[in-house]
């Protein structure tokens, strides 16, 4: 009998960009995989056997919520499937409500926290939603898969589902991303219309609020005083990067930020910079300092329980409270005028990713999975 497995989560792009190893494995299993998400990037993924599209809300709208839910409901109980594996908030909400009957049948339901919206820090309201949500969905939910320490010990503390896995994240491809020599490096800024004596930082994210750009142009206002060839590479697309542009023009410093939009190739712009930044009000991981880890770069960020696993403080990195901006300069003005802790930092950064490598993290998933089989 074929063994049939459904993915679910927000697009193709997160899908796609995140999880194409992980669906391979469930193949390789002997898996016949189907996925359910919204077509925003026109994604093609092979070895599936079928597509679902779904509207998933972006925020709360009942009447999407309740028609993503009749969909992925009338899917599930066509499919008869033996695992169910949903990703991001949303969907997952709605995927495990509409399992329940599934899960009678013996469905196994896993659910991947890529950072529960409730920790050390946020809002009350986000614990009085986002934790009373979760520890309902818990009790109809087989397996919790979460990326970081402080997500584990709530998940294994507060919630009822049976297990909890902590995997290190979804893995940095270290065939991707790695330290180019400095003539490529050069050859790279120049493609980007920067020199050798541009002082490069870098920021990988959407454009969204959590990612917290605003905080980000801001710094560099004061930034460029001290260093005027200051110049800041913003990577990804986002319903918030029109705004973000013209933020820059009023606080001028647009001829100082680069924004990039969507990139295939991230090593080499990357591989252009002499510092990883992430300003993130909250990460579950933080696969963007990873990646700047893997490249070559020291990197400063936002102090996160994501950002924590991997960045260890004046070791191969710097991080400051949330919207400390006179820190966080501090920090970018100390690695510019100190080249050597720069290149010492950018050294102990490439050791730290090998943890983090995409092939450890293939090796759990296929354990993981197998386990169920």
């Not at 972006?58 to 028609?67: E, P, T, V």
Request: charged share 25%.
């Amino acid at each position: 009998m074929i063994k049939k497995a459904l993915y679910v989560a927000t697009s193709d792009i997160h899908l796609h960009t995140f999880h194409r190893p992980y669906i391979d494995i469930l193949t390789e299993l002997g898996f016949q995989v189907d996925l359910v998400f919204e077509n925003r990037g026109n994604n093609d993924f092979e070895r599936i056997h079928q597509k679902y599209f779904i509207d998933f809300p972006r925020s709360i709208n009942f009447s999407k919520m309740l028609n993503a839910y009749l969909n992925l409901r009338k899917i599930i109980n066509e499919n008869r499937y033996d695992i169910i594996h949903c990703h991001t908030p949303f969907p997952s909400v709605l995927a495990r409500i509409a399992a329940m009957k599934a899960r009678k049948r013996g469905s196994k339901v896993i659910y991947t926290a890529h950072g529960f919206h409730f920790f050390k820090g946020a809002p009350i309201h986000n614990w009085f939603l986002y934790f009373t949500v979760e520890f309902i969905l818990s009790k109809i939910t087989d397996f919790i898969i979460v990326l970081n320490k402080e997500d584990y010990f709530y998940s294994t503390k507060y919630f009822k589902s049976p297990k909890t896995e902590l995997i290190l994240g979804i893995g940095c491809d270290k065939n991707k991303f790695f330290p180019l020599p400095s003539q490529i490096k050069k050859i790279n800024r120049e493609k980007l219309g920067l020199t050798e004596n541009n002082f490069v930082l870098v920021y990988t994210a959407e454009f969204i609020y959590r990612k917290n750009h605003q905080f980000l142009l801001e710094s560099m206002v004061e930034i460029v005083k001290i260093i005027p060839f200051v110049h800041l590479i913003l990577v990804g697309k986002g319903k918030l990067m029109e705004e973000m542009i013209l933020k820059s023009i009023q606080l001028g410093i647009r001829d100082n930020v680069s924004f990039l939009g969507f990139r295939n190739d991230v090593n080499d712009i990357l591989s252009s910079a002499d510092v990883g930044i992430s300003v993130s009000r909250q990460e579950g991981m933080g696969m963007g300092v990873i990646e700047c880890m893997a490249s070559g770069l020291p990197v400063v960020c936002t102090l996160d329980r994501g950002h924590s696993e991997s960045i260890h403080q004046n070791w191969n990195g710097m991080m400051f409270p949330q919207q400390n901006r006179q820190l966080f300069v501090e920090q970018i003005l100390y690695l510019y005028s100190d080249v050597i802790t720069r290149k010492e930092m950018a050294n102990r950064a490439i050791l730290v990713s090998d943890k983090f490598e995409l092939n450890y993290r293939k090796r759990d998933m296929r354990e993981f999975y197998a386990k169920l089989c």
